[in-house]
């Protein structure tokens, strides 16, 4: 249930409005905006059924939601979700730029392209140190060795770090050295481990799933929010089609499905979408140019020896003509680039 406020709603009609929510065992979320305000009441709407919120002092609307998903949902929450990692403000104008190497390989490796990567305008370190592989036998990543080179290499640039968590035992482990969890293709209707990244106090991003229809991923990301985390970042990698020449298909129709569906910001993995490194810059310009707030993109100084995702890395020196062409794009749809010297 959403209750819309009147303009001249006082502070007491508001306080009235919760306390009554609170009495009969539903969640008030207040979300206030420059035109309204709205209370959005999450539970068993039914149980208000007797009570007549309509005419309590400073009520305009009720709307009954029929959506099965209330927190995510842009109805709640009309304005966009903005979230603040430091570096950046993820949803804002600025775009988040994730780069870095599919897997943290060594101290040297992970710190070369992080210097790399900052240099020609990321604002986030990416390197996988649980890696979601799928055959048993592939590297499965460094683990909490990978977790330390990831710190060392945030402290060299003062880059933030995104990094996959693959298991509800590490989320607290993971999350003592991650600005942001992710989630992985795999693991998007994972609900003991979406469970527990609700529970998290850091920024999760939660990519969709390999045949995850949008409805199905924005429940997941209620899943999260459910669970008291409302700073979630959707993540398309593309999905599985009939198609073979690339490793997924990147649906790119997502974004203006989800920024109406949802309030949360939404960016684009083109490597894993691509799977070829010669296809990644057409679509990371594709996702800018279609509203994305960001990108998240492996790039690796030796993609021939990547330990994992080498075929579709590319090399900081492609990653930073990408950047240039990504810096005229962002300005048509109003987004900016942190500032950064190319030459
Ligand atoms: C990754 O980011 O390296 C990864 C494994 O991604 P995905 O879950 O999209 O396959
Ligand atoms: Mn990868």
């Given at each position: 249930m959403i209750i819309v406020l009147k303009k001249d709603a006082t502070q007491k009609d508001i306080d009235h409005i919760i306390a009554k929510v609170k009495e009969i065992g539903l969640e008030p979320h207040i979300s206030v905006g420059v035109e309204k305000t709205i209370i959005g009441v999450v539970g068993d709407d039914d149980k208000m059924i007797n009570v007549p919120?309509?005419?309590?002092?400073?009520?305009?609307?009720?709307?009954?939601?029929?959506?099965?998903?209330?927190?995510?949902?842009?109805?709640?929450?009309?304005?966009?979700?903005?979230?603040?990692?430091?570096?950046?403000k993820i949803g804002s104008e600025e775009l988040a730029i994730m780069a870095g190497p599919c897997s943290v390989e060594t101290k040297n490796q992970i710190t070369y392209i992080a210097k790399e990567v900052k240099k020609y305008g990321a604002n986030i370190l990416r390197g996988g140190a649980f890696k979601p592989r799928t055959s048993p036998y592939s590297f499965q990543g460094l683990g909490k060795e990978g977790l330390e080179l990831l710190k060392y290499a945030k402290e060299q640039t003062g880059l933030p770090i995104i990094t996959e968590?693959?298991?509800?035992?590490?989320?607290?482990?993971?999350?003592?050295?991650?600005?942001?969890?992710?989630?992985?293709?795999?693991?998007?209707?994972?609900?003991?481990?979406?469970?527990?990244?609700?529970?998290?106090?850091?920024?999760?991003?939660?990519?969709?799933g390999l045949a995850m229809k949008a409805d199905e991923w924005v429940m997941s990301a209620e899943y999260i929010m459910s669970g008291g985390n409302y700073n979630v970042i959707l993540c398309e990698r593309g999905i599985r089609t009939f198609e073979t020449a690339t490793r997924n298909t990147l649906d790119l129709n997502i974004i203006p499905v989800m920024k109406e569906k949802t309030h949360l910001p939404i960016v684009i993995d083109p490597s894993h979408a691509t799977g070829y490194s010669r296809y990644v810059p057409s679509m990371a310009l594709a996702a800018i140019a279609a509203g994305a707030d960001g990108l998240i993109i492996e790039v690796h100084n030796d993609p021939e020896n990547a330990w994992s995702d080498g075929e579709q890395s590319i090399t900081p020196e492609q990653f930073r003509d990408l950047m240039i062409k990504i810096k005229e794009v962002a300005k048509i749809v109003g987004k900016k680039l942190p500032e950064f010297s190319a030459v």
């Open positions: 919120v309509e005419s309590f002092n400073g009520v305009e609307q009720v709307i009954r939601v029929t959506k099965p998903y209330k927190l995510a949902s842009r109805d709640f929450h009309p304005h966009n979700t903005v979230i603040d990692i430091g570096t950046v968590v693959l298991d509800p035992r590490d989320v607290e482990l993971v999350e003592s050295y991650a600005d942001i969890l992710q989630i992985g293709t795999r693991n998007a209707q994972n609900f003991p481990l979406l469970k527990e990244v609700g529970k998290a106090r850091k920024p999760v991003l939660l990519k969709r």
